[in-house]
């Protein structure tokens, strides 16, 4: 069914942008701590 195939997909989506919003921001905070260490 395209119904299901179609929900499937879009939450494989979500899962994988949430995934790569948590990648994102483990990064940002990694750079930011580096630069705090940098200056202090």
Do not use: A, Y
């Not at 995934?19 to 994102?24: A, P, S, W």
Request: hydrophobic share 40%; net charge positive; no cysteine.
């Amino acid at each position: 069914p395209s119904g299901d195939f179609g929900t499937e997909l879009f939450s494989w989506h979500n899962t994988l942008g949430d995934f790569m919003m948590q990648e994102r921001s483990n990064k940002i905070i990694r750079v930011l701590g580096f630069f705090f260490r940098k200056n202090t």
